[in-house]
Structures are given as C-alpha cells and as structure tokens.
C-alpha cells in the first residue's frame, strides 16, 4: 500500500501521514453542542471521521487507534433552550445526548472510544487558565479571564486570516474589557440563574473554545494525530483551541493534521430554517430514509467538496444498495478489503473512489469482494440488519397478475397499461413473461411516487 497521504489544513495540502506512534494513533472530533437534534450537516464530519477510524483500525489494528468526539453540554444555546422549556439543562443534554447517538448509529456511525462531556472537565480547564494567567498568555478584566492573542506569534496561522478578516469573523466579540479586539474568553462570570462553578476569579463558567484543549489533553496528550471538524470551525473555535493549547503546553505540538470537511446544501442552496430546506438527521429517517442510504450519499462526495443533498441522489443510492444487497445477502463471512480500496482511501479518505470501485465489482460479478469494500466504508455492515428487505415490490406484482388477468379475460388493457406505466414513471421496470411478472428498481426508483400508486 502506498504511503497515507491527507490534506492538512494548516498547509493547506496534502502531506504524508505518518502516525507519532502506530501502536497508539490518536484522532479528536470536534462534536457536538448538545440542545437540539443533529441536523443533516453535523453528520457529515462524523461519517468522514468514521471512515477515518475504520480504516486506520484496518491499517493498524483495532486496538491501536484512539478516536475521542466530545459534547459540548455548557453554552449559552442550551442554557436559552433551558429557560425557553422551562426544563433542567442536565435533562436536556442527556435527552439530547442520546437522540445524537441513536441518529449517529442509525447511519452506521461507530462509537468512538471515548466521549468526554466538558461539564466533567471543568477543574482541568480552571487549571489551564490558571497556567496561562501565569506565563502571561492571559489576563483577567471585569470578572472574565481572556487569552491574549498577541502573545502568541503564530495566531493566524491555521485559518491563514488576516487581522481584519480575524476581527470581522464569526463570535470574535468586541468588549470594552478586552485589551486587544481578537482576545477571546477563556473564563466568564455567571449570574445565579445560570450554571457555574467556583473558580479563583468568581463564580463562572468556561469559555466555548477551552473544553476541547482540556479534553484532548487529558485523553490524548500534547501532542497528538488529527483533529478535525468542520470548515466552519476553523476560525475561530480551532485556531484558539491552537494557541491556548500551544501556549498552556508549549513542549508539545497539539495536532499534528487537521482535518475538516466542507459544508452540505440541499438542492443546490445553503441549509436553512428560512429556505425551508433544513432537515435533521430524524426527520429524514422518520420520512423513510434508510441510514445507509444517507450515508451511502454522503460518501459519493469528497468531503473536501461541498456535498448536495437531492431527492434525486437519495433514490439512485436506495436503488443501489438494494441491488448490492440482493447479491450479497447470503455472504456471511466477506474477505479482506483489496488493495485498490485500501490505496484509494490512502489518498486523502477518497470515498467517491470506493464507492466507483464497489459499482466495479458489482458489474463483474464479484460479490464477496464488493461486500468487503463496501464494510471498509462502513456499508453494508451488520449494524444495518439488511433494510433491504424491510420494503419488496411483492404487493405490486400481486396487483399487476390480478389487473392482468382480468385484462385478458375482458381483452380491455386500458387499466393494465395505466398501471405498468405508473410504475415505470415510478423508476421501476415491469417485466412480463407469459408465466411470470417480475419488477425491477431501476436508477430513476421513485418510493415516493410508488407509494401513491396502489
């Protein structure tokens, strides 16, 4: 196999990735915020960071690779959440917790080994501020602690912004307290209605940016592998996790790669409440959308390339896997993943080129090795229990066989017609012996319009 290339963010290209140490490979996901159901974007950077972890277990063994996805369950959107229900934050970040897990599962998502809750880190990060309040990384002003930026020479460097752009980019706060604009909050007061803890400069609480250093430090090192999110959270949550990190724990080097996906739209149109085209993972799993089917159209597109959700995609990867699995559903124990896979993967997580190379063993019949490559990528494992079979098309062959019956007994085929041509607009082809119906999902398969049929 050739070497493991990915595209590091902080060179903005790809490098060679070569594991700090291949008995312990360690990856963080930045997860998360935890007051709502996830919507169809936040899945996106768990399916790549999936792949990810599946195939460096592949590569260097599933006991050799760390994956740590945190939850955020301290902010200001679940404390409005709290107040808005009238409901306890714990109830809401535990109910919440466990709807992101079963929606993360439902696409074939596997658990990481670890899953810190920042709440549970809130002593390691006063420790951190402390730290920094010391070697003069930071300072406190009016009940806050900030981090100053312009103590740290290399602030920029990762999102590759310019002071302005830094100044003008998103939750970069201007405060009166601030001794410089960019400087942000590591610690903040909090009043007696909101959560907080005791700490040397008051009751308060953490600053967004702090709890994914504490956590990834705490489980993972100073120096680790990947981190990674999505390209949202470059600037500035990810390029403050760098400097405050690198400035508490200055003999280690943070992470080593960063990885992030670009961003989902839906029919060519950026997500949104507004638009009327914003989903959660739920609601298009409560619409029918099997989790492999999202997941399977996730992966037909770089995750460096924005990805378009389509009605159109989603019926094409329904009519795929069906057909994948009608051949692989009695291979029980499928081979090692080839070699083309495994080098395909090597070159940036190439998950479009996977999934051409499953289409190719498909077309030559080779349905052991289609299955192996397909698990590598996370489909068409055990987790998704064959949905395939959950939905036939035994109800309309029925139908077809009695209309046509009485079709040929009263030489009238208005109705026949009408039904054959109903399921062909469908995307399902009719195939009619003298003995025997037969119907087809073909890449134009419509559940939607098939449902209204009968």
Known sequence: MSKIKLHNSKVRKKEIFEPIDPSNVRIYLCGPTVYDRAHLG???NVILFDVLFRFFREIYGDNNVKYVRNFTDIDDKINQRAKDLGREIQVITDETI?????????????????????TDYVAKMIK????LVQSGHAYEAEGHVLFSVKSFEDYGKLSGRSIEDMIAGARVEIAPYKADPLDFVLWKPSSNDLPGWQSPWGRGRPGWHLECSAMSH?????????HGGGNDLIFPHHENELAQSKCCFPSGGFANFW????????????????LGNFFTVRDLIDKGFPGEVIRFVFLSTHYRKPMDWTQEKANQADTIMRRWYDKCRDIKNATKPSSEATELLSDDLNTPGVIALLHKHFQNKNFVQLKADANLIGLMTPEFNDWSVNFDLSKFETALTEVRSEAMATRNFGRLDDLKEKLSDAGVEVQMTKDNIKLIPTLKFDLAKLEHIL
């Open 98 to 118: 466990a709807w992101y897990l079963e929606d993360m599962s439902l696409l074939g998502n596997l658990l990481p080994n670890e899953m810190p809750r920042a």
């Open 218 to 226: 705490d489980l993972l090192g100073d120096t680790f592998d990947i």
């Open 128 to 131: 951190i501020i402390e730290d």
């Open 259 to 274: 990885l992030h996906n670009e961003m989902l739209q839906v029919d060519g149109k950026k997500m949104s409440k507004s």
């Open 42 to 44: 936040n899945a996106r």
